[in-house]
C-alpha cells in the first residue's frame, strides 16, 4: 500500500474514531437518562468500537514499517492481526450485553424509557449509515482490511441503533420487554459482525486464499503466450496485498531466454491484475509424451 493510500485508509479510521467517541458518549448519557438498557447496550457498543479503532490505527502504523531482518515481507499482516483484535473484543462485549439484557428481561425489573431515547438511536444510525458509505468505497479502492472490518462495524451499528430505536419505541405502546430485547438484539450483531471479521482474519492469518480468486487467477496465466498449462499455484494474503507462487510449463523447445520472457509477461499480467507483494514464477518443460498403459 503506497504512502497516499494509508493515509485514506487512516483518515477513514479517525472519521470513524471522532464519530464513535462522539456517539459512545451521548448514547451512554442519554441511555442512562431516559432509563433504556437498548440505548445504553447500543453506547457500550460504540464504545467497544473506540478501542477497536485504536487497535486498526495501531495496526496501521505498523504495517508502514518496512521490511527488516526479521519480517523480510515487511510488517503489511499488522493491519490484519489489528483487525483480529478488533474482533475479539466486538465479541466479548456483545457476550456481556447479551447475558445482562436476559437477566434484565427474566427479572422483570427495569423502568419505561422515553421516546427521546428512540430519537437518539435514530440519529446514530443515520450517522453511522453516512460514515460506512464513505468507508466501505475506501475500503474497496484501497483493499484494506482495517478499514473494511471498521465499515462493516460502521454498518451494523447503523442496523444496531435502529433496532434499538424500534424496542425504546415498542416499550410505549405496553411491551416494556421490547427495549431489553432490543438490547439482545445488539448484542447479537455485534456479537456476529466479531465473528464476520475474525472468520476473514483468521482465514488470510492461515495462508487462505479464495479457491473461485485462485481459478480466475489460474486463467489469466493460461491466456499467456507461451504458458501452455499451469502445473502449481498457490498464493496467499500478505496485509492487503498477495504473495504468488506459481510453476508453468512450456515447450521443451524454448532456450532459456525465451522461457524467461514468459515469465516475465505472466508477472507483468498479475501485477496489473492484483495487488502483489512477490511473485515467483517458476518454469518446466511440457512434457507431451503420452503416457502409456
Not at 434484565?104 to 428512540?118: F, R, Y
Request: proline share 3%; hydrophobic share 45%; no cysteine.
Amino acid at each position: 500500500m503506497n504512502e497516499n493510500m494509508h493515509k485514506r485508509v487512516e483518515r477513514g479510521v479517525y472519521f470513524s474514531l471522532g464519530a464513535y467517541i462522539f456517539l459512545s458518549v451521548v448514547k451512554l448519557a442519554a441511555g442512562w437518562k431516559f432509563s433504556s438498557d437498548a440505548l445504553v447496550a447500543d453506547g457500550l457498543n460504540n464504545a467497544t468500537d473506540i478501542v477497536a479503532s485504536v487497535a486498526v490505527l495501531i495496526g496501521l502504523k505498523i504495517s508502514r514499517k518496512p521490511a527488516d531482518e526479521d519480517h523480510p515481507y515487511g510488517h503489511l499482516r499488522a493491519e490484519t492481526i489489528a483487525s483480529m483484535v478488533a474482533s475479539f473484543i466486538m465479541v466479548v462485549i456483545g457476550l456481556q450485553v447479551l447475558i445482562s439484557s436476559v437477566k434484565k428481561i427474566t427479572s422483570g425489573a427495569g423502568e419505561e424509557p422515553s421516546l427521546l431515547a428512540a430519537a437518539v438511536a435514530v440519529f446514530s444510525g443515520l450517522v453511522m449509515l453516512a460514515i460506512f458509505a464513505v468507508n466501505i468505497k475506501t475500503a474497496k479502492e484501497t483493499e484494506s482490511q482495517g478499514l473494511k472490518a471498521a465499515a462493516l462495524d460502521n454498518r451494523s451499528d447503523a442496523f444496531v441503533s435502529f433496532g434499538a430505536a424500534i424496542g425504546i419505541a415498542g416499550s410505549q405502546i405496553g411491551l416494556p420487554w421490547l427495549d431489553p430485547a432490543a438490547a439482545i438484539f445488539v448484542g447479537l450483531i455485534i456479537i456476529k459482525t466479531g465473528w464476520e471479521i475474525f472468520s476473514e482474519t483468521s482465514h488470510n492469518l492461515s495462508d487462505g486464499f479464495d479457491y473461485e480468486e485462485g481459478k480466475t487467477m489460474e486463467k489469466k496465466i493460461l491466456s499467456v503466450q507461451g504458458v501452455e498449462t499451469v502445473g502449481d499455484l498457490k498464493a496467499r494474503k500478505h496485509g492487503n496485498r498477495a504473495i504468488i507462487d506459481v510453476t508453468i510449463l512450456v515447450d521443451p523447445e524454448l532456450n532459456v531466454i525465451q522461457s524467461h520472457e514468459i515469465t516475465e509477461r505472466v508477472e507483468e499480467l498479475l501485477k496489473e491484475a492484483y495487488r502483489v507483494e512477490s511473485i515467483q514464477v517458476h518454469v518446466e518443460p511440457h512434457d507431451h509424451t503420452p503416457k502409456t498403459e
